[in-house]
T-cell receptor, first 116, second 112 residues
Framework: NAGVMQNPRHLVRRRGQEARLRCSPMKGHSHVYWYRQLPEEGLKFMVYLQKENIIDESGMPKERFSAEFPKEGPSILRIQQVVRGDSAAYFC??????????????FGPGTRLTVL | GENVEQHPSTLSVQEGDSAVIKCTYS??????FPWYKQELGKRPQLIIDIRSNVGEKKDQRIAVTLNKTAKHFSLHITETQPEDSAVYFCAASPEGGNKLTFGTGTQLKVEL
């Protein structure tokens, strides 16, 4: 059973470009979470999605950031018009169950975004 | 929202000694407390978790304690080994595992 997959593992963008980060959850998991980790800091929650639904986006910046988890295919975190402050490691996690039920979140290897 | 504080930020111990990392949380509705280990450049990996209906849980050399009244929980690692060296994060969630709020991490170094 493959773990959570993320690609690309490393992404370099120039200021103003768009970044697309992909996450494929573990087989059988229908809940996806995105976290951001700045250098030397902890992980910050960004968004929680189920298939075709955004459940909680309270951690997402109001502008330039969006996330989706379509019926088919991976979850995508999209950052438009990137700025240097967006440079960070972006981790995706998945779980088999949802709200109200205790369940472990399994993390992917992360995408390290560098904005030049 | 939830706020999790973690101490110490760095911890050096001699191989074979015990290590203790402490966290406090603010939201009394939090009921799930996992601990993650992250090696340099790697993904966070769950090492142990505890639910609010339990005061202590142990798994070999690792144990976690929870004091709901004081809103704090701790990670205890006994007989530390060099491979225990990593950054450890505590987290809390008021929804049984969703929207984890993480502490700022503890860099544990086990010296020979």
């Amino acid at each position: 059973n493959a773990g959570v997959m993320q690609n690309p593992r490393h992404l370099v963008r120039r200021r103003g470009q768009e970044a697309r980060l992909r996450c494929s959850p573990m087989k059988g998991h229908s809940h996806v979470y995105w976290y951001r980790q700045l250098p030397e800091e902890g992980l910050k929650f960004m968004v929680y999605l189920q298939k075709e639904n955004i459940i909680d986006e309270s951690g997402m910046p109001k502008e330039r950031f969006s996330a989706e988890f379509p019926k088919e295919g991976p979850s995508i975190l999209r950052i438009q018009q990137v700025v240097r402050g967006d440079s960070a490691a972006y981790f995706c996690a998945s779980s088999p169950l949802g709200t109200g039920v205790y369940n472990e979140q399994f993390f992917g290897p992360g995408t390290r975004l560098t904005v030049l | 929202g939830e706020n999790v504080e973690q101490h110490p930020s760095t911890l050096s111990v001699q191989e074979g000694d015990s290590a203790v990392i402490k966290c406090t949380y603010s939201d009394s509705a939090s009921n799930y407390f996992p601990w993650y280990k992250q090696e340099l450049g790697k993904r966070p990996q769950l090492i142990i978790d505890i639910r609010s209906n339990v005061g202590e849980k142990k798994d070999q050399r690792i144990a976690v304690t929870l004091n709901k009244t004081a809103k704090h929980f701790s990670l205890h690692i006994t007989e530390t080994q060099p491979e225990d060296s990593a950054v450890y994060f505590c987290a809390a969630s008021p929804e049984g595992g969703n929207k984890l709020t993480f502490g700022t991490g503890t860099q544990l170094k086990v010296e020979l």
